[in-house]
Structures are given as C-alpha cells and as structure tokens.
C-alpha cells in the first residue's frame, strides 16, 4: 500500500491554483478551473484541488499531512518573499524535527518540516 493523492476543498480555485503552482513551485498534472478540478505533482504524490464542499469536505482546516524540504530556514524566507503565509517562522520540535506550517488562499494548513540529525 502507498499514498496516492492528498484532496484539498479550496474555497477559490483560481486562488488556489495560483498559490500551489506560482507561489509553492509545484507542477501541473491535469485538469482545469474549467473542469473543477486540478491535479499537481507533489514528489510521488497528486495534490489535487477540488471546490470545498460543506460539511465533511469543508476549507479552512489543517489538512493533516507535512512535507519535508532539506533547508526549512532558506524556503520559508524564499517562499515568504513570495506571499506565502506562515504560522510562524520554522522551530525545533521535542520530537526532533524543525517545523513550521503554511495557510493556503483558502485557510487550509498543513506542515512543513526538516528532519535535523
């Protein structure tokens, strides 16, 4: 078994293909605004942005997954510059790692870590 795609409801889909494309760097897969639905390239993994839908499909929450890049100091003040909105600068957890957590245009958050040996 392997992770194959991670959903997330945006509230704006123009916003939001603008901010995980231009803002985030990440590559276009498939779809369209016109087809509600776009699909982006996140290593192995679709990253696919859908209209939010009430209830169990709603925006504006922690999505519950984290992506690992190797110098989480350099990409959040590069990806600052860009406009993209932190909870607050990166920081050592107990747990070992150094984290910080970005909000999409559509209120959704989800971490950002680097593993420090």
Request: with cysteine.
């Amino acid at each position: 078994m392997k992770l194959n795609a991670i959903r997330i409801p945006c509230t704006n889909l123009g916003e939001s293909v603008e901010f995980y494309q231009h803002q985030l760097g990440l590559k276009w897969a498939f779809g369209d605004v016109a087809d509600a639905v776009i699909g982006f390239k996140l290593g192995e993994i679709d990253l696919i942005l859908e209209p939010e839908e009430k209830g169990e499909f709603a925006a504006s929450r922690y999505l519950g997954f984290s992506v690992e890049v190797t110098n989480i100091d350099v990409f959040y003040q590069q990806k600052k510059a860009l406009g993209v909105c932190f909870t607050g600068m990166p920081e050592i957890q107990p747990w070992g790692a150094k984290m910080t957590h970005i909000i999409d245009p559509s209120g959704n958050s989800f971490s950002v870590i680097e593993i420090c040996n």
